[in-house]
């Protein structure tokens, strides 16, 4: 079993930065595809960004374009959002998902259902 915990999350205001982490605790984390999603109350789960882990990424451009970067640190069994010109939109709980399969060359999902792990996620909160 896989334990995440997410990291980073607070207040900012309106165009502000923070950046968000997802510790691992499965030493083969490095060898899977890692990723984050977001929850308002409310509103159903949405996937933000994933990366692979050959490094492959993937963005829900439709919310996040060119706002949010994912990146890994496979040294430290990490994974960060970073997330930029922050709206009161990106209101929402922030999660790290881990889909575990060893050296998946597939394309990284966007659907919660095909992520095995999840953290317990961190709050974001984005004043006007």
């Known amino acids: 079993q896989v334990q995440l915990v997410e990291s980073g999350g607070g207040l900012v205001q309106a165009g502000g930065s923070l950046r968000v982490s997802c510790a691992a605790s499965d030493g083969a984390f490095s060898r899977y595809t890692v990723g984050w999603f977001r929850q308002a109350p409310g509103k159903e789960r949405e996937f933000v960004a994933g990366i692979s882990w050959t490094g492959g990424i993937r963005y829900n451009v439709d919310s996040v374009k060119g706002r949010f970067t994912i990146s890994r640190d496979n040294a430290k069994n990490t994974v960060y959002l970073q997330m930029n010109s922050l709206k009161p939109e990106d209101t929402c709980v922030y999660y790290c998902?881990?889909?575990?399969?060893?050296?998946?060359?597939?394309?990284?999902?966007?659907?919660?259902?095909?992520?095995?792990?999840w953290g317990q996620g961190t709050q974001v909160t984005v004043s006007s």
């Open positions: 998902a881990v889909r575990q399969r060893l050296n998946d060359y597939g394309p990284i999902p966007r659907r919660s259902d095909d992520y095995d792990y």
